[in-house]
């Protein structure tokens, strides 16, 4: 087998472009904007609503990898470099958990869900900053970033320095 399940493929790219999306968007959009913005709580309900999207998609995508049949994990020849490799793959499943959990937490503990979706009209909580699951939200947020930017290093490494056609696995053609 030389592919990823088409449907692990879909929700590679989706999920991918959502996560940056939804990343710098925190960071440099959502993070910088004054609590007494009129477009904060608009900016808030679509950054958890892509959040909310992400962790959906993220379930079906673990029960897809874990049921179907994968390719043999793309080596380096250097085992140190292949450990790694596997270990990032997991550190990623489980940052994406976390930013999923911590921004559901930040929601349910502040009123988020009501202030941004039913329309209560409450202003946002001036210690939104502060709270627990808001730090470890930005917390997970920056290991996210950098992880994904290595990702994306490793997997430039291995298309143009090793040249071992990795892009292939995750896209679309026979699987054997």
Known sequence: MTRYHPAIVVLHWIMAVMIIVSLLGGKFSLKPMPLDSPDKVPTIA?????????????????????????????????????????????????????????????????????????????????????IAPRLAHGLFSTLLLMLVGLHIAAALYHQFFLRDGLFRRMWFGKRR
């Open 46 to 130: 679509i950054h958890m609503s892509i959040g909310l999207a992400i962790g959906a998609l993220f379930l079906l995508r673990l029960g897809i990898r874990l049921a179907s049949d994968r390719p043999p994990h793309a080596t380096t020849g250097n085992d140190v470099l292949d450990w790694i490799g596997t270990a990032a793959h997991w550190v990623l499943y489980g940052l994406v958990a976390a930013m999923v959990l911590s921004g559901i937490a930040m929601a349910f503990s502040t009123g988020l869900f009501s202030i941004a979706y039913g329309g209560s009209g409450e202003p946002l909580p001036a210690n939104l900053s502060e």
